[in-house]
Nanobody
Framework: QVHLVESGGGSVQAGGSLRLSCTIS????????MGWFRQAPGQEREAVAG?????ARFYAESIKGRSTISLDAKTAYLQIDDLKPEDTGTYVC?????????????????WGKGTPVTVSS
């Protein structure tokens, strides 16, 4: 059984940085297709960053160039620099039970509860 627990969210000012963590418990296939989604109030859930397709990395256009997703032992990290107010939302870690050709919410089978991020201008 896969269990995902996020941490590292908080309230920061624009221009700051955050490092989100997702502690993973479960089989090793969890690492094949997994990553982060963002849920903002009144908006659809958005894929932010993730691993897919045999080690490829996905980054949303909105954070490309100022974020890095990484994996260490049983923890996945999402570093976001130069935070902007539009980065505000709940960041949720998710994983699939198999590798995936595309990093999308529809391919995920396991979800954490999320960690909130608020960026003020």
């Amino acid at each position: 059984q896969v269990h995902l627990v996020e941490s590292g969210g908080g309230s920061v000012q624009a221009g700051g940085s955050l490092r989100l963590s997702c502690t993973i418990s479960g089989p090793t296939y969890v690492y094949l297709c997994m990553g982060w989604f963002r849920q903002a109030p009144g908006q659809e859930r958005e894929a932010v960053a993730g691993f897919f397709n045999r080690g490829a990395r996905f980054y949303a256009e909105s954070i490309k160039g100022r974020s890095t997703i990484s994996l260490d032992a049983k923890t996945a990290y999402l570093q976001i620099d130069d935070l902007k107010p539009e980065d505000t939302g709940t960041y949720v870690c998710a994983s699939s039970t198999y590798d995936c050709a595309r990093f999308t919410a529809g391919n995920m089978h396991n979800w954490g509860k999320g960690t909130p991020v608020t960026v003020s201008s």
